[in-house]
């Protein structure tokens, strides 16, 4: 992720409609199911949702989902924000790890 934080430092800024964002209402927390979201993993969630810094845009990928960003999405809904700062890839990145679990992600 680091490196797409790099590459998207000079990109231009936007600020889109909450309910532009592709994803909102999917699944985005486990995919498998080995992880079950606990009260325990949600309060470690709600922490790191707690300390996201507005000023970072979220990372868009050039057909509109969610490439990093997340827990800043999250924010903005608790907050009952209608817009938040996104920067879109004018291209998507190939993915670094592809059908990999998260145990197995390096």
Known sequence: MHRLICASRDFEVE?????????LDENWCYDDTETVLTPRLS??????????DPVHPVLMSAEGRLIDGVRGIVKAVAEGLRHLTTVYFARTADPDFVNLSLGDLP
């Open 43 to 52: 309060v470690s969630h709600l922490a790191l949702t707690n300390k996201v």
């Open 15 to 23: 600020i889109v409609p909450l309910s532009d964002v592709i994803g």
